[in-house]
């Protein structure tokens, strides 16, 4: 009963600001949000970005409003980026690149000139570091103790799925904000050339490029334990759920995704 109230409560709220009764432009809320996708180097960003100064972003990295908390009033979102005042404001929050059409309608609506950072990684190692930090990290086992039932199971869940969905996700988005306020970067980026992905960043954030590079991580390495090798067993399946992604990935961001692309014939062998 109670949820229900909330859930009742949250959507009058969302409803008067759809609707220009209460202003969202008078509180302080994000100019950017990190979408995604999630183990493809949004930490490593987060941790980055939080040393411009001339950019906030709150703690925790996930703030999760959009999601997990959509049923509270914004101003309890807004209050978050307080702080924030006379910086470029902006939270990460991973799963935010999987929200329903309707959400994202309203992040327009009240968001209008929002800036969007979407990192892509691999679909097949994307998925296999979701599994290994559930199944691995955060049971304390190594990759060798866990079932591989467990794995597969892991691969065919439908939230792994959804994160993987690069497009789907990408132009769900993209139905309510026009390409000029998104940032697609790739995870090979952040090992090959991560100045250069920041400075890329800070760009179309409008902030400085001219930082001291002391004060920033670039080289940390977030979750060692997702570098475990993905042994070839899980890469043929893998591979079959998201080779053909693969490759209308590569048809629109073209040499940047050409190393995921694989010969299948190859790896059924």
Not at 16 to 22: Q, T
Not at 29 to 38: M, T
Not at 108 to 131: D, G, K
Not at 195 to 217: I, N
């Amino acid at each position: 009963m109670l949820r229900k109230l909330r859930q009742a409560r949250g959507a009058v709220d969302k409803a008067l600001y759809a609707r220009g009764i209460f202003r969202a432009d008078r509180m302080p809320l994000p100019e950017f949000l990190g979408i995604g996708a999630q183990k493809a180097g949004t930490t490593w960003l987060y941790q980055n970005l939080q040393r411009h100064p001339g950019l906030f972003l709150p703690e925790p990295k996930e703030l999760h409003y959009f999601d997990w908390n959509y049923d509270r009033p914004l101003r309890t979102y807004s209050r978050h980026f307080l702080p924030g005042a006379g910086r470029v404001k902006g939270e990460i929050t991973p799963n935010y690149s999987t929200l329903p059409a309707a959400r994202i309608a309203f992040l327009r609506t009240i968001l209008p000139r929002l800036r969007l950072i979407l990192l892509l990684r691999n679909p097949v190692e994307r998925a296999w570091s979701q599994a290994v930090m559930n199944l691995v990290e955060k049971t304390g086992r190594s990759v060798h103790e866990v079932p591989d039932a467990e794995f597969l199971r892991h691969f065919a869940d439908e939230r792994s799925v959804a994160r993987g969905d690069y497009l789907a996700n990408l132009d769900r988005w993209r139905q309510f904000f026009p390409d000029e306020q998104f940032f697609c970067g790739f995870f090979e980026a952040i090992a090959e050339r991560p100045r250069e992905l920041l400075k890329e960043v800070f760009r179309f954030l409008g902030v400085s490029t001219d930082v001291d590079w002391e004060r920033f991580p670039v080289a940390q390495v977030v979750f060692r334990g997702a570098c475990a090798e993905l042994p070839d067993r899980f890469r043929r399946v893998l591979v079959d759920r998201y080779g053909d992604d693969i490759e209308q990935l590569y048809n629109r961001f073209g040499a940047a995704v050409a190393g995921w692309r694989v010969d299948r014939r190859a790896i059924r062998r």
